[in-house]
Nanobody, 123 residues
Framework: QVQLVESGGGLVQPGGSLRLSCVVS????????VGWYRQAPGRQREQVAALSIGGITISADSVKGRFSISRDNDKNTWYLQMNSLKPEDTGVYYC?????????????????WGQGTQVTVSS
């Protein structure tokens, strides 16, 4: 069974930075698309960023220029670097994997999910 384990959430002041990590229990090279979703209280889960093994990236308009996604195939890990954080970035962040990316869309996925990590942006 494929397992995803996130880390790196926490409390940060507006304007601050956090880096989330997600480790997968299988060889990440077997996974085309990896990414991150988030869910704020009372709102639907939304896609934040995604990255394919071939380098295709997708980012939500709300995070472009502030968040970046990367993957380290040697560590079976992908990351979400979050800079210039705003209170509206608060929520539970989930890593996700599976499927593939094509023309700014995520197809046939995600199939696997992490347990979620809380990110709170507040002064």
């Amino acid at each position: 069974q494929v397992q995803l384990v996130e880390s790196g959430g926490g409390l940060v002041q507006p304007g601050g930075s956090l880096r989330l990590s997600c480790v997968v229990s299988i060889n990440i090279r077997a996974i085309n698309a990896v990414g991150w979703y988030r869910q704020a209280p009372g709102r639907q889960r939304e896609q934040v960023a995604a990255l394919s093994i071939g380098g295709i990236t997708i980012s939500a308009d709300s995070v472009k220029g502030r968040f970046s996604i990367s993957r380290d195939n040697d560590k079976n890990t992908w990351y979400l670097q979050m800079n210039s954080l705003k209170p509206e970035d608060t929520g539970v962040y989930y890593c996700a994997a599976g499927g593939y990316l094509y023309r700014s869309s995520w197809f046939e996925g995600p199939k696997y999910w992490g347990q979620g990590t809380q990110v709170t942006v507040s002064s």
